[in-house]
């Protein structure tokens, strides 16, 4: 059974890179040949999706997304990690990680976790 968890400071200061994991506490992210996505949900908005990493280790991402450093993922640890470098208060939101199958639908999340950058 898939589960996965987000993890990662909470609170964050502006400009700081603080990157967040997500792991896979009932299965291994190496066996899937989903897409593992990370979203993110303003306050106020609806959800949003930032990138994604495929089986293939390919990362493809929206164009809202800025960050140097790309989506990847360590089947070691089991965990994938979406880099968050130079953050503001404007990327405070609650961050999902999520799993999306071949149809493009996703069918797995975490439950959330909030982030917030003070300046």
């Known amino acids: 059974q898939v589960q996965l968890q987000e993890s990662g400071p909470g609170c964050v200061k502006r400009q700081q890179a603080r990157s967040r994991n997500c792991t896979d506490s009932?299965?291994?992210?190496?066996?899937?040949?989903?897409?593992l996505r990370w979203c993110c949900e303003p306050p106020g908005k609806g959800v949003e999706w930032m990138g994604a990493?495929?089986?293939?280790?390919?990362?493809y991402y929206s164009p809202s997304f800025k960050s140097p450093t790309s989506i990847s993922r360590d089947t070691s640890k089991n965990h994938f990690t979406l880099p968050l470098s130079s953050v503001t208060p404007e990327e405070t939101a609650v961050y999902y990680c999520?799993?999306?199958?071949?149809?493009?639908?996703?069918?797995?999340w975490g439950q959330g976790t909030q982030v917030t950058v003070s300046s």
């Open positions: 009932g299965g291994s992210i190496a066996t899937y040949f989903d897409d």
């Open positions: 990493i495929a089986y293939s280790v390919s990362t």
């Open positions: 999520a799993r999306v199958d071949r149809h493009d639908e996703y069918d797995y």
